[in-house]
């Protein structure tokens, strides 16, 4: 039963991890890649937060991207120091509401730079954003309560892939995989 429960947990800490990285993806890079490539189609004008058109007139594009990548990184890290004990099902409604953020902003972002017609304004694009992260963490936390899930840290799940890799990597150095010249 304890080996089940590891494995579940060790299961359950990769999909946060997954999340994570979509965020880091559409929220981070993503957007961010996407504003650049409209600017640069339909002039700084075109981007409709004031601070990213400061930013990125003063500072230039690359600064942009690294404020952004860094905000993306801090906003990716914060619920994990705060959380408490058992906030799992808490944290990927948190980490989905992001994703879902990011990918509308990309959405809207080309669409500006293409000169199709926006789908949905941006504005309910922020209020959409806003209340999924309201819903989903609240969804979260009462999925938190009913399960309780036991997930691992990130660090014991990279040592355990690291050393299930290199039991990998013996057994097919054992079995004559790798030939030497």
């Known amino acids: 039963m304890k080996n089940e429960d590891n494995h579940q947990s060790f299961w359950l800490t ?4 997954l999340l994570c990285l979509l965020v880091l993806l559409t929220w981070g ?5 996407t504003a650049l490539y409209m600017i640069e189609q339909k002039g700084i004008m075109a981007e409709g937060n004031a601070l990213v058109r400061s930013i990125i007139s003063y500072q230039g594009a690359s600064s942009f991207l690294l404020l952004k990548i860094s905000f993306t990184l801090m906003i990716l890290y914060v619920p994990f120091i705060i959380k408490p ?3 799992y099902w808490l944290i990927n409604g948190y980490l989905i509401s992001f994703i879902a953020g990011g990918s509308m902003a990309m ?3 080309m669409q500006a730079a293409l000169d199709i017609p926006l789908s949905i304004l941006p ?3 922020i209020m959409i954003y806003i209340s999924s992260i309201l819903i989903l963490t609240n969804i979260g936390e009462l999925l938190d309560k009913m399960t309780h899930p036991n997930v691992r840290s ?3 799940c990279g040592l355990n892939d690291a ?3 290199l039991i990998y990597l013996d057994l ?3 079995k004559g995989g790798a030939r030497h010249a």
Do not use: C, P
């Open 163 to 165: 050393v299930h890799l």
């Open 85 to 87: 004990k058992s906030a």
């Open 107 to 109: 959405l809207l972002n």
């Open 14 to 17: 990769r999909i946060q991890g």
């Open 172 to 174: 097919f150095d054992l």
């Open 29 to 33: 890079f993503g957007d961010a890649l």
């Open 154 to 156: 990130y660090f014991e």
């Open 123 to 125: 504005q309910h694009v």
